[in-house]
Structure formats: structure tokens, C-alpha cells
């Protein structure tokens, strides 16, 4: 390829390769030299060296000789592995059927597409997981009730007791998994806000929880706004779900302290819990969904029963926070507590425009 052209195939943004029929190098643009980690100093070498040897790829190869034999070949998938594994997907066209006709491979990236595959295939099967399981036991019981045990009025109220658990259980899977899709989305109805509305209006809320649990409860609110721009909603659903877990994941006679202030141009919100806490490696991977520490599934409730979660709680946390331009972070010491905190951008409403006295005209 005549040296002109360079500019135009290093623009292409990909890698891209141009090969003659014995499948020797004419042209290698930048981005497939830096993909075969090809020394720059050495470029003008590449010209005339076969494909072979410079990428050591036997699939490309093959690529390039089936081009020269029909015209045109591929899509195949390969993975180099350079520095990162990256996936890409390869075409090879000739530019004719004689000895001087030419072969150009393009390459698409199909890396972060693979990614986002893995992780959806992932999603369904943990979610299969997640409803399988209570599934599983409501038809346990309600088999066993069938059998009989519908006539022992001691076993049919527990049974149905556990039944209505696991029932609720599912919803609460339902709720929060509609609850991520949203977070997910890029659809948010923003506006100016104080913080302070949404964290005493929610505090409020679970004001009672944290009396029936007999966990201290305590708020701290500053004198002055904290203006921020964000979807209300959701913020309200942030606030909820780390209040939530501070007292679900903090026993009886201790205590969560809330507090919301504006320190420099960040809001901050934080939720303080002398709780079970978590081990270091814990906090790496409290915000991936259906996540749960084994202490918290193991955690008996003032019912008796082990504390219910769907381990979405956090996921849909930080992509709401994330979203709305702001960052979590946590520390957390296990059998001590943790401390959630969230930093969103202040963001002062514009003044309204006023109305110029009629007088004054
Ligand atoms: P869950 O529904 O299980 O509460 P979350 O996504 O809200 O799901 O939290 C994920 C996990 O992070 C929890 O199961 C628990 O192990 C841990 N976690 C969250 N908040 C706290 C907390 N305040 N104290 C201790 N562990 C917590």
C-alpha cells in the first residue's frame, strides 16, 4: 500500500492488515501492530515478511489462503492474547482472482460484546438459581400438605407459614430485580432537590423497624440546604436500601447513625452501623449482584429466622449512585460495623428569573 495511505488505515480505529498472494505483509496499520506487539522501530521491516511469522497466528493464515482461493472469506472468531485476552472478529477480502490481486483482513473488536454475553448469561442463570430455590420448597410443602399433612393443624400452620415466606421472598426477588433493570437504564427524570427531604422522609420510614429490632437509631442533619440534581426517586430507593441494611445487619442493643452534609462541593450521605461488618475480601464484593456474606445468610432475625435479602440490594446502590454522577465507598471491620458513604455533586437550582416591578416600567 502506497505510504499515503497510511493515515486513512491507521484512522480505521481497528487493526488492519494487507497481504499479496503469498500471503507476504504490504501494509500493517498501527493498531494491528500494537495488537501483535510489534516493535514500531522495526515497521519498515514488516513489508514482505509472510503472515505467519508476524502475527503467528495459524487461523489468519488460513483466512488469508482461503481468500486468495475464493474471493473472500470469514467472519472468524479468534482470541489474541497479547496483553489482555481480546476477541475479535476477522473478514478477508481478495481484490481479484490473479497473481498481483491483493488480500485486506479487517478486524472488529468483539471484546466488550463477549463481555457483556458473559454477563447476561451469568444474570439468567443466577436468577434461575434465586427462584428455583424457594420454588423448589413450596412445592416440597405443598406436596406434603397434599399427602396429609393438611389434616395436623399444628404442621399445616407451620408449612403454610413457610409457604408465605418463600412467597415473599420471591416478590422481593421480583421487586428488586425490575428495580436493577430501572437502575440500569439510562431513562432518569432529574431535578433539583434538598438530600436532607429524602434522608429525614426515609429515616422516618424505618423509624419502626429500627424500634422493633431494638437497634439505636439516631440522625444527623445539617442547618443549611444540600442541593443536589438527581432522579428523587431513585435517591429516596439509595437511601432506603443502605438504612435498611444497617439495621437488618446489626443486632439488638446496637446502634446506626445516619448522617447527611455538604463537605466542599460534595453531598454526603453516610450510614454508620455497629453490625456484624465484613472481612476485608467481603467489601470487595458486597456490589455484585446476588452476592451475600455468609454471615449474613446465616444472621437470625427477632423472628427467629435467618435474615432475608436477594443480595441486589447494593448492586442497584451503586448503579444508581454511579449514574447520578456520585461514588460509594465502605468500610466495614467485622463484628465492629460499617460505614457506608455516598458523595453526589452539590448543585445549587437556578435563581427563578423575577418578574421586573410593573411600577418600574
Ligand atoms: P441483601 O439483600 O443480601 O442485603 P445487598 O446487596 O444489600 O443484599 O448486600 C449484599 C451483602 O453485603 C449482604 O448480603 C451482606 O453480606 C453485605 N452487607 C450489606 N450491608 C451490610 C452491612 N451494613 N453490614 C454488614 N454486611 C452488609
Not at 475464493?70 to 485476552?85: H, L, M, N, V
Not at 436532607?196 to 419502626?208: E, H, K, N, P
Not at 452501623?273 to 456490589?287: A, N, Y
Request: charged share 25%.
Amino acid at each position: 500500500m502506497r505510504p499515503g495511505w497510511t493515515w486513512l488505515s491507521d484512522a480505521l480505529d481497528v487493526p488492519f492488515l494487507v497481504v499479496d498472494n503469498k500471503r507476504d505483509i504490504r501494509h500493517i496499520n498501527k493498531h494491528a501492530q500494537a495488537l501483535f506487539s510489534l516493535d514500531k522501530k522495526r515497521v519498515k521491516g514488516f513489508a514482505g515478511k509472510s503472515l505467519l511469522a508476524i502475527t503467528r497466528n495459524k487461523q489468519l493464515d488460513e483466512i488469508a489462503k482461503k481468500a486468495i482461493r475464493s474471493g473472500q472469506a470469514g467472519p472468524i472468531s479468534i482470541i489474541i492474547r497479547s496483553t489482555k485476552d481480546r476477541t475479535y472478529e476477522v473478514r478477508a477480502v481478495s481484490s481479484g482472482s490473479d497473481s498481483s490481486s491483493l488480500v485486506a483482513l479487517f478486524f472488529s473488536d468483539l471484546t466488550d460484546i463477549e463481555h457483556l454475553r458473559t454477563v447476561r448469561t451469568d444474570f439468567v442463570a443466577n436468577v434461575s438459581h434465586e427462584l428455583r430455590t424457594p420454588l423448589a420448597s413450596i412445592r416440597a410443602l405443598a406436596e406434603t400438605l397434599n399427602y396429609g399433612a393438611i389434616n395436623d393443624p399444628v404442621m399445616s400452620e407451620r408449612f403454610l407459614g413457610t409457604i408465605i415466606k418463600e412467597v415473599d421472598r420471591l416478590v422481593r426477588l421480583s421487586e428488586d430485580l425490575l428495580l436493577l433493570t430501572r437502575a440500569e437504564s439510562t431513562v432518569r427524570s432529574l431535578g433539583h432537590f434538598d438530600l436532607r427531604d429524602v434522608v429525614q422522609d426515609v429515616y422516618d420510614r424505618l423509624a419502626s423497624v429500627a424500634d422493633r429490632r431494638g437497634v439505636h437509631y439516631k440522625l444527623s442533619l445539617p442547618e443549611s440546604y444540600v442541593f443536589i440534581c438527581a432522579d428523587y426517586s431513585e435517591l429516596d430507593q439509595v437511601v432506603f436500601n443502605l438504612i435498611d441494611n444497617g439495621i437488618k445487619y446489626t443486632s439488638q442493643g446496637g446502634s446506626v447513625h445516619v448522617t447527611c452534609a455538604q463537605v466542599g462541593q460534595d453531598a454526603t450521605l453516610s450510614i454508620a452501623d455497629t453490625g456484624i461488618g465484613m472481612l476485608v475480601e467481603d467489601t470487595e464484593r458486597i456490589f455484585e449482584r446476588f452476592w451475600r456474606a455468609d454471615r449474613a445468610r446465616k444472621m437470625v432475625n427477632d423472628q427467629g429466622s435467618t435474615t432475608s435479602g436477594t443480595g441486589l440490594g447494593l448492586s442497584i446502590v451503586k448503579h444508581i449512585v454511579e449514574a447520578n454522577m456520585g461514588t460509594i465507598t465502605v468500610k466495614s471491620e467485622l463484628g465492629v460495623g460499617s460505614t457506608f458513604t455516598v458523595r453526589l455533586p452539590i448543585s445549587e437550582p437556578e435563581p427563578y428569573a423575577v418578574d421586573p416591578d410593573p411600577k418600574d416600567e
